[in-house]
């Protein structure tokens, strides 16, 4: 798909469509300090609303949920800090929480299986280090790596409050997921924009060698997976483009 197509998101009102990351032009560069700014003030809110929904209603309190899941700490540098990464995009962040979620969930119970909770105690660095690793591998499989998603399924395994909580963890993070979303549509499009694309795999861009590693490589091997396919020219314009 290059550039110049028509976006779905086009026929939408312009009141609408700017929330959901559309723009009929490019934004303009904003400024260092207005980047830092809606950083500081979409993190802060994101995980203010996370922690006073899990925090204080009775229904979360009740069946032992934990005000916050901690690897959205990390998902809010990349979702507020670096909205234009491709790793920060809505498919690796609720798709990445929801397969860490679910790996770590099966393995956990898995080795649940064991005769004895003592057992248990002493395998917990295996369940832990298999989770974490089998979401990695998942996660590239379907197009929706998010680093801080590689700690949601270590949780379930290493965390006795979310392994308390056992498959309830799933819905815990789908919501948490949505909530960190909504904050971002709306924080991110006020001055900048977000997100970048919406179904479209997401690619890690390798940074180019630094000289003093024995870089720069070669043309043909330092090209960025962005770079080598020809419907996505750049990552902050072809991906635009792809919902």
Not at 52 to 65: C, P, T
Request: aromatic share 10%; charged share 10%.
């Amino acid at each position: 798909m290059s550039t110049s197509t028509k976006h779905r998101l086009a026929r939408w009102p312009p009141w609408l469509s700017r929330w959901l990351g559309y723009r009929a032009t490019p934004p303009p560069k904003q400024p260092e300090y207005i980047v830092w700014l809606w950083s500081f003030i979409g993190a802060f809110c994101g995980i203010s609303l996370i922690q006073a929904i899990f925090g204080q209603a009775q229904y979360f309190i009740s069946r032992g949920v934990p005000p916050i899941v901690a690897s959205y700490g990390a998902s809010a540098v990349l979702i507020y800090g670096s909205i234009e990464a491709p790793l920060a995009q809505p498919r690796p962040l609720l798709g990445g929480h929801f397969i860490g979620a679910l790996v770590g969930v099966c393995i956990t119970k898995l080795f649940h299986l064991l005769p004895t909770e003592e057992r248990f105690q002493q395998l917990e660095w295996l369940a832990g280090s298999l989770a974490c690793a089998t979401s990695i591998v998942a996660m590239q499989v379907t197009g929706t790596t998010h680093p801080p998603a590689g700690a949601t399924a270590l949780l379930a395994a290493v965390n006795s409050d979310i392994r308390n909580i056992g498959w309830y963890y799933l819905p815990v993070v789908l919501l948490t997921s949505t909530l960190a979303l909504v904050v971002a549509l709306l924080l991110n499009n006020i001055q900048r924009r977000y997100p970048v694309f919406w179904f479209h795999p997401a690619l890690s861009i390798p940074a180019p060698v630094s000289p003093e590693l024995g870089g720069p490589e070669k043309d043909n091997q330092s090209k960025s997976p962005v770079e080598s396919k020809g419907s996505i020219e750049t990552p902050k314009q072809g991906l635009i483009s792809q919902v």
